[in-house]
């Protein structure tokens, strides 16, 4: 006799076709950090600049005397600069568990015993970071260039820059690509996510240190490429047809990005598995 | 119950670590109902559990199963199955609940469907009142039946179960059997059950497959195993001499299979026909007090005893 009253009852509803885990996945961690007030707090902060741009776009739509702070394309790009710090700091609080405590707690034999690939349990990680990352990029950037009309009260700015919109799109998708395929794939080499964050900003601090060195020493900045943020930063510039900060060709710094988001992938495709096999 | 007599099979199949080969042309077939894998450490058990979840290649071999082959049809296999894994684990920073409804969703449940289940099974698991505590504050015990719970929530065809006693006390042992033994039997729920604890699998297993450095040493219903080609005896003696050896040893050349079990107690296996009289011929000969004779039933142990080669 079954020691516990409460029985089994088979279930006859229906069930979602496969392919839909990673919307779960991503649900389930967009909840979780929009639970934590710290998180909140941060995201806060990081709209700040926002609304310091609004009141500029204001002044220069509305006050003859700030006529020298109306906005130009370089005004987006410079904001996006701004907000890479934010985007750091977003990035070492979201993503720097999002495998590792998975590892720490075994739950990967747990997710992918479910209906669910690989694929579909690192795209719905990636999902939860990406959607921050864009929550603090892109977002902000694209409702920027709505406040900039609405307080224009017209569309002579956006069809003069008509590139922006695409402009933004391109660089934050790119920035928002690298940075969290990067911390998924640091996420994925350890158990713990303290490590993990240190470990990222070991990365970027270390790579732009290097870079920072070899400037030094040759005066010349053909090595940026070296550099993490210098690579976004001269394919930001490109991308805004903003002049080339470095003399590295921006093909060689779009290859970086692609080789470090290809680098990730192929730890990802390593290091998400349902047993780890050591041989 | 699933569609067709066996759940899983496995054809020739051969996993290997580097060098070492795990699994060497495994041929089986796992029959519907509550399926006992049995073997010593590192015998293979849960590298096999493993292949046919899809999460281990094998470098050669086919595995089906609930009739799906696992290498073209690893999600829709998984979609209709359970499993729970050996070593404790779970999604960090849930209550049970949440974690279980969570496992619900993960396997196509509607949202509100996944929380009615998880509530149901929690109940039934025996985790009903510690239902909203993080799991990361449970015991040992408690983490083997949220694993239970984990896997059974979206309603499988069939039950993985990967050394499901491990760390538990006495007590939540026997509750947790009587769990596994309620859902073979009662519910409907085909089950591999995957342990080194032969009461585990004798207690709630119909068939059993042994294995043993990565091959199957036998395999089938355990009754079936169980019945001796022969007879087996329990046999108590006195010698002339005192000395019980020189008596076994003539016994063994005689062609039966002697085990001292206990102070002067022995089991005998007679091979073939002859049974008891054939004991007290060759005891007689040899001028043998038979003081105890009793045929005897052989154990589970017992099966697994001789196919593992511990004789």
């Known amino acids: 006799?079954?020691?516990?009253?409460?029985?089994?009852?088979?279930?006859?509803?229906?069930?979602?076709?496969?392919?839909?885990?990673?919307?779960?996945?991503?649900?389930?961690?967009?909840?979780?950090?929009?639970?934590?007030?710290?998180?909140?707090?941060?995201?806060?902060?990081?709209?700040?600049?926002?609304?310091?741009?609004?009141?500029?776009?204001?002044?220069a739509a509305n006050l003859p005397q700030a006529a020298m702070l109306a906005p130009s394309a370089d005004t987006f790009r410079q904001f996006l600069d701004q907000q890479a710090t934010f985007v750091f700091f977003v990035t070492v609080y979201v993503g720097a568990g999002l495998i590792a405590n998975d590892r720490r707690a075994n739950a990967l034999q747990i997710y992918l015993s479910k209906p669910l690939t690989r694929v579909e349990y690192v795209f719905g990680k990636l999902a939860i970071l990406a959607t921050f990352l864009l929550l603090v990029t892109w977002v902000p950037a694209i409702v920027l260039l709505v406040v900039q009309m609405s307080f224009a009260g017209n569309f002579t700015f956006l069809r003069n820059n008509l590139f922006l919109f695409?402009?933004?799109?391109?660089?934050?998708?790119?920035?928002?690509?690298?940075?969290?395929?990067?911390?998924?794939?640091?996420?994925?080499?350890?158990?713990?996510?303290?490590?993990?964050?240190?470990?990222?900003?070991?990365?970027?601090?270390?790579?732009?240190?290097?870079?920072?060195?070899?400037?030094?020493?040759?005066?010349?900045?053909?090595?940026?490429?070296?550099?993490?943020?210098?690579?976004?930063?001269?394919?930001?510039?490109?991308?805004?047809?903003?002049?080339?900060?470095?003399?590295?060709?921006?093909?060689?710094?779009?290859?970086?990005?692609?080789?470090?988001?290809?680098?990730?992938?192929?730890?990802?495709?390593?290091?998400v598995r349902g047993v780890e096999v050591v041989a | 119950m699933a569609e067709t007599d066996s759940v899983a099979t496995l054809e020739s199949v051969t996993v290997t670590y580097g060098r070492s080969e795990a699994l060497r042309d495994v041929t089986t077939t796992f029959a519907a109902g509550a399926v006992g894998l049995l073997g010593p450490n590192g015998a293979g058990k849960s590298t096999m559990i493993k292949a046919l979840l899809g999460f281990i290649v094998p470098t050669r071999g086919r595995m089906h199963v609930l009739g799906l082959d696992v290498a073209d049809a690893p999600l829709a296999i998984r979609a209709r199955i359970g499993y729970m894994p050996e070593t404790d684990a779970h999604i960090p920073g849930m209550n049970a609940v949440s974690f279980v409804a969570y496992c619900g969703e993960l396997a196509g449940l509607p949202r509100v469907d996944a929380m009615q289940r998880a509530h149901e099974v929690l109940f039934y698991v025996g985790l009903g009142e510690a239902r909203y505590r993080n799991v990361e504050t449970y015991s040992t015990g408690m983490k083997q039946r949220i694993k239970l719970a984990q896997a059974l929530v979206h309603d499988p065809d069939l039950l993985f179960l990967d050394e499901p006693t491990n760390g538990m006390d006495p007590k939540g042992r026997d509750e947790m059997l009587e769990l596994v033994r309620d859902l073979a039997h009662n519910k409907g729920v085909n089950l591999i059950l995957s342990s080194h604890l032969l009461p585990d699998v004798e207690y709630t297993c119909d068939h059993v497959v042994v294995m043993d450095k990565g091959t199957i040493a036998a395999a089938g219903p355990i009754d079936a195993l169980k019945q001796p080609r022969g007879r087996v005896y329990e046999l108590r003696v006195k010698t002339p001499s005192g000395d019980l050896e020189p008596f076994l040893e003539y016994l063994r050349t005689a062609g039966l299979d002697c085990h001292a079990t206990d102070e002067d107690v022995m089991r005998v296996f007679v091979p073939g026909e002859g049974g008891a009289r054939r004991l007290f011929e060759l005891a007689s000969s040899e001028r043998v007090q038979v003081r105890h004779l009793r045929p005897s039933v052989p154990t589970l142990e017992d099966v697994f005893a001789h196919a593992v080669g511990e004789d």
Not at chain 1, 12 to 20: H, I, R, T, V
Not at chain 1, 168 to 196: D, G, K, Q, W
């Open chain 1, 1 to 59: 006799m079954p020691i516990h009253d409460q029985g089994y009852r088979r279930y006859g509803g229906s069930k979602a076709p496969l392919g839909q885990g990673w919307t779960v996945i991503a649900r389930a961690g967009i909840r979780s950090m929009f639970a934590k007030r710290a998180f909140l707090g941060l995201l806060l902060l990081a709209w700040f600049p926002f609304f310091v741009r609004a009141v500029q776009f204001y002044a």
């Open chain 1, 166 to 271: 695409p402009a933004i799109t391109v660089f934050t998708f790119v920035e928002v690509l690298l940075v969290a395929m990067t911390m998924l794939a640091l996420s994925s080499l350890s158990n713990s996510s303290r490590y993990v964050g240190i470990l990222y900003a070991g990365v970027i601090f270390f790579s732009s240190a290097i870079y920072g060195v070899l400037y030094a020493v040759t005066r010349s900045t053909q090595f940026s490429w070296i550099s993490f943020p210098a690579n976004l930063e001269q394919i930001g510039n490109v991308i805004f047809r903003q002049p080339l900060r470095y003399e590295t060709p921006w093909p060689v710094s779009l290859f970086m990005i692609v080789l470090g988001i290809a680098l990730s992938g192929v730890i990802l495709e390593r290091r």
